[in-house]
């Protein structure tokens, strides 16, 4: 997610505007004058700074006017931070220290309330990997040191298995609380929890409705779908580099690549001699590589020649189409590309039979396929 300042708007506790929501917190360790920030933050855009405010004897107070429920973010600069869940009508109060705003106490709502369990849960696991760390320092230039790695190895699966059923105990037991959703979030992505994900963001709907975060996350879910193993490759029709459409439908009854790459993507660049080799092999039995180019002329200018300089010097002679819009490509939404590069296999029936794969595994499945 993009992160970008928003200008600020100095607290004061005389106002044009009556608040409808106030912050109230202390601050251990801070000098008086110490400024603070509050940014709403969102799924796929910038954020937006709602406030700040200087520390007065320890304490400081934010006014937010009418927020929708979400996430927010408090910081005093940018490594050190806070994240919370704020809505309307809330009255929150938090105990926070500024040597580490990211672990702190607050009450004043069930969102709050809820992710300061989870954050627990975290600042344990920490705690517990630090002190493996430190029975690992002991341990290096000894005789024991390759005994004592291999049981702190142990030790420390059995911590991270603890978290994520702690974790997941957590969002099952809160599903209707929006704090579940931030502790999956802070667990990992939708492709390793899909079903978590699913159930969790199906009940929130009912009970925050319209809200940015959830819709974000169901779009996902929708696309995860859509192009999971088995299903139908979505089509799309995009104009190649001299401007012909070329459809997925086109090719239905051979193997197809599907390549989203860029040209200032090093990895994707890096990719295309071992797809350029793969190309030549299995062309004449079937394959066909469909490269679509995430090149942005909405950036800058000369986008459209970076992408076509890029296929001279790559020696790319597979079909290459690009809308060159960036990730604001519909077929890169429709097919949830978040990273490049990301690649899709379809069969002779238009089943997605394989997902980013790369390197060896793809000449392994291809392999596999024509050999």
Not at 19 to 34: K, Q, R, S, V
Not at 50 to 79: A, H, M, Q
Not at 196 to 219: P, V
Request: hydrophobic letters at 35%; glycine letters at 6%.
């Amino acid at each position: 997610m993009k992160k970008i300042l928003f200008y600020l708007i100095a607290f004061s506790i005389v106002s044009c505007n009556q608040p409808t929501h106030t912050i109230e917190g202390t601050l251990a360790n801070a000098e008086d004058n110490t400024t603070l920030y509050l940014e709403e933050l969102f799924p796929e855009s910038n954020p937006i700074l709602v406030d700040s405010c200087e520390v007065k004897n320890g304490v400081f107070y934010f006014n937010v006017d009418e927020p929708t429920i979400g996430i927010y973010k408090i910081y005093e600069r940018p490594n050190n931070f806070a994240i919370l869940i704020l809505k309307n009508g809330d009255e929150i109060k938090l105990d926070m220290d500024l040597e580490n705003l990211s672990l702190y106490y607050g009450n004043g709502s069930i969102e709050i309330e809820g992710y300061v369990k989870v954050l627990n849960i975290f600042y344990n696991t920490k705690t517990r990997e630090d002190s493996l760390k430190l029975v690992y320092q002991k341990a290096e230039g000894t005789s024991d040191q390759q005994m004592i790695k291999e049981r702190i190895m142990v030790k420390y699966q059995e911590i991270m298995l603890n978290q994520k059923s702690k974790i997941e105990n957590f969002v099952l037991e809160n599903n209707d609380n929006f704090a579940s959703l931030l502790a999956l979030i802070n667990l990992g992505g939708i492709d390793q929890y899909f079903d978590l994900y699913k159930s969790t963001s199906d009940t929130l709907d009912k009970y925050y409705l319209d809200n940015n975060w959830i819709a974000n996350i169901k779009e996902e879910i929708i696309s995860k779908e859509a192009t999971s193993i088995g299903a139908i490759a979505p089509n799309f029709t995009i104009n190649d580099t001299n401007g012909k459409q070329v459809s997925l439908s086109d090719f239905r009854g051979q193997y197809v690549l599907i390549d989203f790459w860029a040209s200032w993507c090093k990895p994707c660049r890096d990719a295309n001699p071992n797809l350029l080799r793969l190309y030549q092999q299995y062309k004449p039995q079937g394959l066909e590589i469909i490269g679509i180019s995430l090149d942005d002329t909405t950036r800058t200018s000369n986008e459209r020649n970076k992408w076509l300089n890029a296929i001279e010097s790559d020696n790319i002679n597979w079909i290459q189409v690009s809308d060159l819009i960036g990730a604001e490509s519909e077929t890169a939404q429709v097919y949830g590309v978040k990273s490049i590069p990301s690649t899709f296999l379809i069969n002779k029936e238009g089943e997605i039979i394989a997902k980013d794969l790369n390197g060896t595994l793809l000449n392994q499945k291809l392999s596999e396929i024509f050999e």
